[in-house]
């Protein structure tokens, strides 16, 4: 909202295909909301691949996008298998053994289709944590754990409302700054979108265009063989990994995105939590705009 | 060598396009060597991507094809990002919070071209040391760093010669996890190739063909846009990591792929060191093949 407000974001975007082949496109998002444009993008991908069989779409000149497996998941109905790329609003991260964040938690998210089984959906940032993750024990007053984000002495960072003053961790080290990276070349730099230095901080900055970067790859399963014995094939792997022997404490052996599978059905039955200094935010940024409040 | 004298590799394949759309193919490797089968997959990958803009091709019934980069950088003599994903040949990783070892170490290899600087590869397996790692300190007589594998109790695991009694460690728990499984869908279950149970181990099976599972996306630059300008974009990205102010006691912040350069061209150079070990191995597989020996 602030960033509508400060005139950062174009409300009413014309989206449409910069460049075209027969396996990819190349799509201005006309810094346009990410999710508008991404939602364009992926239909994009998904009407090429059936032609195509696959189909890679780069995006720039959007804006932040939301979850990255919405994106991914979207080629499922069709399908297809979903792999999406994203270069982050923020640099929180630099690169191994440096100072200056350079980049940002550049997040990876593949969408499987099974036969009986869910999906497997896997969302995740380069970082140990994700920034909005940081942002969300903010909100609820809570310390960090160890891991999540050192300073710029190398010693650990746990409160999170000290956040400016550190930086994420990388997943595995140097090999999380290397995917972090790729990533962001592949979803960032390929599309002439923000990259490195160039990368505007959304949450400090309410009036530069971010020109965000995306990839979403759409890949028909059909293109590759029979469908039902891709998924059959999915399932026979997920039970298996659900079915192994656990390590002592481990109550289930989990599969990517069951998670957020069984989260959604709860909240659909029973309505989404809201920590409340996010439902006081909310509710005075309500009575901002001239809005119902969520608690009314 | 065990695996050819075991019949378990057919030295005369007929490699060839089973499947294939403008922006994919599947390449059936007939069980040859990998490294035969990755160089026809790659081939047909940039010569779909000249008129597609990006191509995906999927590979089953190939075998270990040697280091991932080398596929992932084929692409860049012709102003092509190469992507490479595989099926490892042993599964030593287990389900995050599992014993079972259904995973392998499935790497992933990314190469962009830049103008100036050297191009950026990376080369990674989701695993926070590959098996080949452990098979070379065990060459080597030394013990590994704590954090590479663990025994089935959750102790840490350093000596090499007890490989068989544990199993490597995810890059960031859950989520190396996560990767090791989505990159093996797409490169081996995708492709009707081995995945979870049905991954034969190389490493002490000299007879059963592995089935093993690539993909290879060959990444056009010029249907994105001028092609000089994004290897200058690479270039400024490059020098602004390089650049950055430094953790104490960091020397030198590197580039995915750096060291590999480096090592290309003193090993151009001055030949290439061979442990001990792994010489005296080569000296008595020559003997017993009647070939000239490397000390000769």
Redesign the interface.
């Given at each position: 909202v602030r960033r509508i407000q400060g005139g950062a974001v174009n409300v009413h975007p014309t989206v449409r295909i910069e460049?075209?082949?027969?396996?990819?496109a190349?799509v201005d998002g006309d810094n346009g909301m990410g999710h508008v444009v991404m939602r364009f993008a992926t239909d994009t991908a998904i009407e090429?691949?059936r032609?195509?069989?696959?189909?890679?779409v780069?995006v720039r000149r959007s804006n932040h996008a939301g979850p990255a497996s919405l994106y991914a998941s979207m080629p499922l109905a069709h399908d297809m298998?979903g792999?999406y790329l994203a270069v982050g609003n923020a640099n929180h991260l630099?690169?191994?053994?440096?100072?200056?964040m350079?980049l940002s938690t550049n997040p990876?998210a593949?969408a499987?289709p099974a036969h009986e089984e869910q999906s497997?959906v896997?969302d995740?940032a380069t970082t140990?944590a994700a920034y909005g993750k940081v942002k969300t024990k903010a909100q609820r007053g809570e310390l960090m754990p160890e891991g999540w984000m050192m300073d710029r002495?190398?010693k650990p960072l746990t409160d999170p409302k000290r956040a400016d003053e550190g930086f994420l961790l990388p997943?595995?080290g140097?090999?999380?700054y290397?995917?972090a990276?790729?990533f962001g070349?592949?979803a960032g730099?390929?599309?002439?979108a923000a990259?490195?230095?160039d990368v505007v901080d959304f949450n400090k900055d309410d009036t530069t265009p971010t020109n965000t970067g995306h990839a979403i790859?759409a890949?028909?399963?059909a293109?590759?063989?029979d469908v039902v014995a891709?998924k059959r094939?999915?399932d026979?792997?997920v039970r298996?990994?659900r079915a192994?022997?656990?390590?002592?404490g481990?109550e289930?052996?989990?599969i990517?995105g069951e998670g957020s599978h069984q989260a959604r059905a709860d909240r659909s039955r029973n309505g989404i939590p809201i920590p409340a200094a996010l439902q006081a935010a909310l509710d005075k940024l309500a009575a901002e705009l001239g809005i119902e409040p969520l608690t009314s």
């Amino acid at each position: 909202v602030r960033r509508i407000q400060g005139g950062a974001v174009n409300v009413h975007p014309t989206v449409r295909i910069e460049r075209e082949a027969p396996g990819m496109a190349l799509v201005d998002g006309d810094n346009g909301m990410g999710h508008v444009v991404m939602r364009f993008a992926t239909d994009t991908a998904i009407e090429k691949a059936r032609r195509a069989g696959v189909a890679w779409v780069g995006v720039r000149r959007s804006n932040h996008a939301g979850p990255a497996s919405l994106y991914a998941s979207m080629p499922l109905a069709h399908d297809m298998i979903g792999l999406y790329l994203a270069v982050g609003n923020a640099n929180h991260l630099p690169a191994w053994g440096g100072l200056d964040m350079l980049l940002s938690t550049n997040p990876i998210a593949v969408a499987v289709p099974a036969h009986e089984e869910q999906s497997v959906v896997l969302d995740m940032a380069t970082t140990v944590a994700a920034y909005g993750k940081v942002k969300t024990k903010a909100q609820r007053g809570e310390l960090m754990p160890e891991g999540w984000m050192m300073d710029r002495s190398g010693k650990p960072l746990t409160d999170p409302k000290r956040a400016d003053e550190g930086f994420l961790l990388p997943i595995g080290g140097y090999k999380g700054y290397g995917l972090a990276l790729m990533f962001g070349l592949l979803a960032g730099t390929l599309n002439g979108a923000a990259m490195g230095r160039d990368v505007v901080d959304f949450n400090k900055d309410d009036t530069t265009p971010t020109n965000t970067g995306h990839a979403i790859v759409a890949i028909d399963l059909a293109a590759f063989g029979d469908v039902v014995a891709f998924k059959r094939r999915v399932d026979l792997l997920v039970r298996d990994l659900r079915a192994s022997a656990r390590m002592p404490g481990v109550e289930r052996v989990r599969i990517p995105g069951e998670g957020s599978h069984q989260a959604r059905a709860d909240r659909s039955r029973n309505g989404i939590p809201i920590p409340a200094a996010l439902q006081a935010a909310l509710d005075k940024l309500a009575a901002e705009l001239g809005i119902e409040p969520l608690t009314s």
